[in-house]
């Protein structure tokens, strides 16, 4: 096994982890800088922990600590009001609100053995409506707008704004890191992007000190359905993640970085070779645990077909092409209760996985 330095992080456990899956700790400061050679070296990092673990740490990105501090205080903040004052903005159509415990019951596949909810209540936020200077033409309540805010609770909205113009900032200034580390030109990711109506979902979590059950979780396993998470560190750890060896290992809680790791949307366009890992939460800490991930994703008409850096004769596609739209409108079916059953939705909407047919 490689000798652990001081840039990846082992959390001690019962069986041995292999060298590959230990997460990586790296420093955007440089890159962030824009030290000559910074982003060519990030993205060789970037692109070793996602075909290995499928995650890493950063540090230096950037982030005020003191607002992740905010954010986490409003999560309580909020999570503390009467039932009755949540529920005044419960989660809509889109997904945008406070969810209460019970709404979150994944099933991905018909055969999956049946499992109670996962214990813990959520807010969601998107884009605001007057947030940063990304007008991208008409209206569109995917990109922008329809926030729900509770009354009477001072600060809570500006702050929570404040961090996703701030997380959107981060994620827009990694593109040319992961065009990079897929060997694409610096640009690439530019259209669907920055170009465009990305989407960005902010969620305060809220997992009581209530033990999960045989086979129950705060969060059941799941891979991300977006092409980029970050998760700001708490000080209650709870996340663990499946090695390739398909055990499970804590996530530790490394103070001021994010823990970022692949989704769905990623995997998919690097064609398999780029990592989403498996992922649950589970609060063992015998007290209130509250996480702040903020998920990113490019524009819904965004095609995600295998880059050509990542295939060819030996390499074949494996997934189809599918659009952003339709793969997220399949994720949330399968998630959320309250996002099951809607018209309108893509043909793949309540079916198999749409990328399931290369
Ligand atoms: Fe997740």
Known sequence: M???????????QSYPVSEKDIIPVLDFGPFLAGDPGALARLGQEVCQALEDIGFFFIKNHGVPQELVDRVFAENARFHALPPARKLSVKVDGKGIGYMPPGLQHPKYKQDEPARKPDIGEAFFIGREAQSRSRDAGAPDPLYQGGNQWPEDLPGFRETLVEYFDAMEALSLRLLPVYATALGLPVHFFDDAFLHSRPMGILRLSHYPETPCEENQFNASPHIDGDFITFLAQSEVPGLELRTSEKKW?????LAGTFLVNAGEILR??????????FHRAINRSGRDRYAIPFFYSPSPDTLI?????????DHPPQYRPVTV???????????FVHLKDKPGRSPYYAGDRPDSAA
Do not use: M
């Open 249 to 253: 290992i804590q996530a530790p809680a």
């Open 2 to 12: 490689r000798q652990v330095n001081t840039d990846r992080v082992f959390v001690k």
């Open 268 to 277: 998919l366009w690097s064609n398999g070779r780029f990592r989403a890992t």
């Open 325 to 335: 739209r339709e793969y997220t409108e399949w994720f949330s079916h399968k998630v």
């Open 305 to 313: 077909a295998c880059v050509e850096t990542c295939c060819d004769a």
